[in-house]
């Protein structure tokens, strides 16, 4: 069952230097609070998993919290580039960041066949792209029934799974809804989970097209409302889009960016 | 009314998708060319977004492929795997769209890297999101980038989406079930690929836009049309309806 905690000390209890971390969320339900204390609680040597690194990802690669990341897609969408992803790959600042490349697509396999206890799963991708050179993680199957060739990727099951939704009641069961991405498969593929949430409530009253996670799929909930800014909840604040565009000018520079770090999250008080 | 480069490139992307039902929608250029056509050439085309919106309807460009706001108009919204999986991987969807920061005579796509050191590029550009598979299972693709020797090069950095790999045969040798890239929309012009070799091929410029610029334009030496037609100009409504759009 899941213990109701606070943000600090989940993240201390969840999230260990050298884990695999997936905090997922789908442009929706970013659960930027919890990275920022993973942050400032100094985290070292993370295999960071998401399919959109997005802003968060950001600020904990600029942070220097990670040894690799596995992803799909590293923009600022709308926007342009992730100024710090860049500078790590191109310039190997603040450290040198290994790369697992792979699309949409693969990525979310891998989530899928995490969670449904497989090794791996197959798709139809990849086929004619570098792609197929430069990451490892890829390989072909052959169908045992038509001879079919086709793709395959490995299970993503990260140490721990970070997510953020809309409601918890207090026995720790989960809902969320809107675009609900590829959480309910990285909570299910991680051995570890810690989701945080607007609101506790009383009871969760059953939304259509929801997903309800059971307390006993989940490790640890913590209260945390606008845990999602600048990304949004469904239901509660919207997209903070001026914040991603500001985001590109405070990026763009290692002195800006520590500045920015040291004011908006190494000297801010946990949620 | 006058226009830029940029409208006419966008209203020329959003008349291609007239007769479509449903089209896998990238964000930024592709995003506003769809929503100008849902508007006025196609009002019931679906757009689909790799968030999981499937026929969304938003009143305003979403920043994002996961506004909230495409959530909310949607007649369904899915998990990102079943996008990928049941929607997309079949090749249920008529086009997809997609953007390109370099480009190939066969219409190939980088989106991941520039330089010659994948590990250590020049340019470490967002990577692929869903465009490989978009670019493998729509039926057709439809490519919208502004043009210059940068974007129009001979040889892309890093294939990330297949158009037609090194030319007629590739795709069928890679057992890709869309069709490729039809049309390639430019602000300079309109490509399409040619039958026997499928190099793409200068079929359209748009107004005041001479063959020659397109060439200078061009990193290889362009295959043009035996005669080139000319896009029609934005009418008013097109420019009018794009215009509120980028601006709500």
Not at chain 1, 266 to 271: F, G, I, R, Y
Not at chain 2, 7 to 26: H, K, N, W
Not at chain 2, 208 to 231: I, K, M, Q, Y
């Amino acid at each position: 069952m899941a213990v109701v905690v606070g943000l600090a000390e989940g993240i201390a209890e969840l999230v260990r230097d050298g884990n695999t971390v997936a905090m997922e969320g789908f442009t929706h339900l970013i659960p930027v609070a919890a990275g920022h204390e993973i942050i400032r609680q100094g985290r070292r040597d993370l295999t960071l998993v998401r399919m959109t690194p997005d802003i968060v990802y950001d600020q904990m690669i600029g942070a220097g919290c990670a040894r690799k990341l596995v992803f799909s897609w590293g923009g600022n969408p709308g926007v342009g580039s992730l100024h710090r992803l860049r500078d790590a790959v191109e310039h190997e600042w603040p450290g040198p960041l290994e790369v697992d490349e792979h699309s949409h697509a693969g990525m979310a396999n891998r989530y899928v066949a995490g969670a449904s206890g497989l090794p791996f799963a197959v798709l139809r991708g990849y086929s004619g792209t570098d792609l197929v050179e430069h990451t490892a993680s890829l390989a072909t199957v052959t169908c045992p029934f038509t001879a079919e060739v086709l793709t395959a990727v490995p299970a993503l099951n990260p140490d721990v799974t970070v997510i953020h939704a809309q409601q918890a009641d207090r026995a720790g069961n989960v809902q969320l809804w809107g675009i609900t991405g590829v959480q309910k498969e990285a909570v299910l593929a991680a051995r570890r989970c810690l989701v945080t949430v607007e609101e506790l409530v009383s009871t969760l009253d059953p939304r259509p097209g929801a997903i309800v996670l059971p307390s006993w799929v989940l490790t640890a909930v913590a209260v945390v409302p606008r845990g999602a800014h600048p990304s949004y909840a469904h239901g509660y604040y919207d997209r903070d889009n001026e914040y991603y565009r500001q985001w590109d000018a405070i990026s763009r520079d290692r002195e800006t960016f520590t500045a920015w770090l040291d004011e908006h999250v190494l000297s801010k008080a946990p949620a | 009314m006058t226009y830029s480069a940029d409208e006419m490139m966008t209203v020329a992307a959003a008349r291609a998708l007239v007769g479509r039902r449903s089209c896998f929608v990238g964000i930024g250029l592709p995003s506003t060319a769809a929503n100008l056509a849902r508007r006025l050439h196609a009002p019931d085309l679906v757009l689909v977004y790799e968030s999981g919106t499937i026929g969304a309807r938003p009143s305003r460009l979403p920043l994002s492929i996961g506004d909230g706001e495409l959530a909310e108009t949607a007649d369904s919204v899915v998990s990102v795997p079943e996008v990928f999986n049941y929607w997309l991987q079949p090749g249920r969807i008529d086009v997809g769209f997609l953007g390109a920061a370099q480009l190939d005579r066969f219409g190939n796509i980088n989106t991941t890297v520039i330089g010659s050191d994948y590990r250590r590029p020049d340019v470490r550009l967002p990577g692929a999101g869903g465009a490989p598979e978009i670019a493998a299972s729509c039926k057709e693709v439809i490519v919208i980038v502004r043009q210059t020797r940068r974007t129009f090069v001979e040889r892309v950095d890093f294939v990330t989406s297949v158009g037609y790999g090194d030319g007629r045969g590739h795709r069928e040798r890679l057992r890709l079930r869309g069709r490729g890239p039809v049309m390639v929309i430019t602000d300079l012009g309109v490509f399409r690929p040619d039958q026997q070799t499928c190099e793409l091929t200068l079929t359209e410029v748009h107004p005041g836009v001479r063959v020659a610029a397109v060439r200078e334009a061009t990193g290889w030496d362009l295959a043009v049309a035996p005669s080139v037609a000319v896009s029609p100009p934005p009418t008013d409504e097109e420019l009018t309806t794009l215009r509120a759009l980028e601006s709500a």
